[in-house]
């Protein structure tokens, strides 16, 4: 019997996917509890609209991502902080304080944890940074360190 996954079920695959199963199993266990539905074709049209609405979804997600990446590629971050005379920081630059720039810059805001610093940053100066917007797209950005 050809069913269609209603959520996730771990021995047959996750929500969404056709898979054939044995009636019993099917009329017995999975139907009763509302893990699949019969694959018919009014719900095999439904199943193929849903795939093309999240395909539509995913591909403007990833169009922003990249206008995002463009946009923090052509800005110049800046970061002011205290400095000693020979220019070294009191304390580093973390990742906070670059999502706190690319705010101030750009009014947008980017997570903290997306946001990878190569080496810690003690002195002033300016340096590559990498921010994860999307699973296939990645900014590289320059911040620039200055003495406030």
Avoid: C, W
């Avoid at 019993?24 to 849903?50: H, S, T, W």
């Avoid at 999240?54 to 206008?67: G, I, N, T, Y």
């Avoid at 005379?85 to 944890?113: E, M, P, Q, R, W």
């Amino acid at each position: 019997m050809k069913v269609v996954l209603l959520s996730d079920v771990k021995a047959l695959g996750k929500k969404g996917q056709v898979v054939e199963v044995a009636e019993g199993y099917a009329r017995n266990f999975l139907l009763p509890r509302n893990l699949v539905a019969e694959a018919n074709k009014g719900m095999l049209a439904q199943l193929d609209e849903q795939k093309k609405a999240q395909d539509k979804r995913d591909a403007f997600v990833l169009s922003e991502a990249k206008e995002l990446a463009d946009k923090l590629a052509q800005t110049q971050l800046a970061v002011k902080v205290k400095a000693g005379g020979n220019g070294k920081l009191f304390g580093s630059i973390t990742n906070a304080d670059v999502a706190d720039a690319i705010h101030h810059a750009l009014s947008i805001a980017v997570d903290k944890h997306k946001i990878e610093i190569k080496s810690a940053i003690k002195a002033l100066g300016s340096y590559p940074v990498e921010i994860k917007l999307h699973k296939n797209v990645v900014a590289k950005a320059t911040i620039s360190v200055v003495a406030a």
